[in-house]
């Protein structure tokens, strides 16, 4: 690369002159829109259908003395929360970026993610205790009326789950977590049908307390899943499917890089993957080819839409190792692309 070619990258990025550096940015949505619509309409519709009959399930619940019907009520109530909260959620993520908020409000989504899932496990939690304490003591419950209850709330259930999987359910960590609140209570209610059947044909109570363990259990497991994915993507870490090691050794490739450095892969969002590094070229590469095809691998192999690649020469001041420029250079890789988002 040289002084010439430097120069013309240089004055193409004007901001960053001051600091010597070149950087590139690339920037695809593809679908993203007409995903994230399809997002919001099932977390819409799902809503309200939850909502609606949350109401009728908690006083049957209460008028049945059931707790497996009501430990399914008030998870029906956490679902009805839980998806106003993610769909709360989805509509401030789609505020503009601005001067304080210079990634936008896309991580609200994964807030609210992580809020869903401690609610899941408190829920969970809550119906241990009260199992624990009907195990000693069970109470008369109305099997018949708890059987109604629960087989229209499994209807209700399904419902919700198949608006919801209209959505992106595997990319989307909010949806997903709104989703796997729907499919809980959906086990709630095939739990307090089991329950019900064989306290009208046994007249076995414990099978009520019984069934609630069962369904807190499988909740408990779906809360930490989805605690576990937001406290990774809000300490930054490299998203699920990506091998930083793959990249690197991928970039290193192109012709005219020397070494890679200071490599990040991280996420704004849980669909929104993005990357900064520094790439060390020999003095005779052509800068301008190099970026482009560095740009053209991380969109179209690695679909990363948001990237940030910085240029340097062998021996500069920035071609450091990772561990010495780790603090410094990705710092400034993060308030380039700031204004990107």
Not at 36 to 56: D, P
Not at 127 to 144: G, L, T, W
Not at 191 to 214: E, H, N, Q, R
């Amino acid at each position: 690369m040289n002084r010439s070619e430097k120069q013309t990258i240089d004055t193409a990025h004007t901001p960053h002159q001051a600091h010597g550096h070149n950087h590139a940015h690339g920037h695809s949505h593809g679908s993203g829109g007409h995903t994230h619509g399809a997002n919001k309409k099932a977390l819409k519709l799902s809503f309200f259908l939850i909502a609606a009959y949350m109401v009728v399930e908690v006083i049957g619940g209460l008028m049945t003395n059931s707790l497996a019907l009501l430990s399914d009520a008030w998870h029906m109530l956490s679902d009805a929360a839980a998806l106003g909260f993610s769909l709360l959620a989805m509509i401030w993520g789609e505020r503009r970026a601005s001067s304080a908020k210079t990634y936008g409000y896309k991580r609200f989504e994964v807030l609210a993610a992580l809020l869903n899932g401690l609610a899941l496990i408190g829920i969970s939690l809550y119906i241990f205790y009260e199992a624990f304490q009907r195990f000693s003591d069970p109470p008369s419950v109305m099997s018949s009326g708890m059987l109604t209850i629960a087989v229209i709330g499994l209807l209700v259930n399904i419902a919700a789950a198949y608006i919801l999987m209209g959505g992106d359910t595997s990319g989307n960590l909010n949806l997903r977590s709104a989703f796997l609140h729907v499919i809980g209570d959906l086990l709630g209610s095939v739990g307090a049908i089991i329950a019900a059947i064989l306290i009208m044909a046994f007249d076995w109570k414990l099978a009520d307390p019984l069934a609630s363990v069962i369904v807190a259990v499988l909740v408990l497991l779906s809360a930490y899943r989805i605690t576990r994915d937001s406290i990774h993507i809000l300490m930054e870490g490299t998203p699920a499917g990506y091998d930083t090691d793959e990249v690197r050794r991928r970039l290193t490739e192109i012709p005219g890089v020397v070494e890679v450095h200071d490599l990040h892969i991280w996420s704004l969002s849980s669909d929104t993957p993005l990357l900064s590094t520094q790439l060390v070229v020999d003095d005779q590469a052509d800068g301008l080819a190099v970026m482009d095809r560095a740009r053209r691998l991380l969109t179209e192999e690695f679909a990363i839409a948001h990237i940030t690649i910085q240029l340097d020469l062998p021996g500069s001041v920035c071609a450091v190792s990772d561990e010495e420029a780790a603090p410094s250079v990705h710092t400034h890789g993060r308030q380039a692309e700031t204004p990107r988002i």
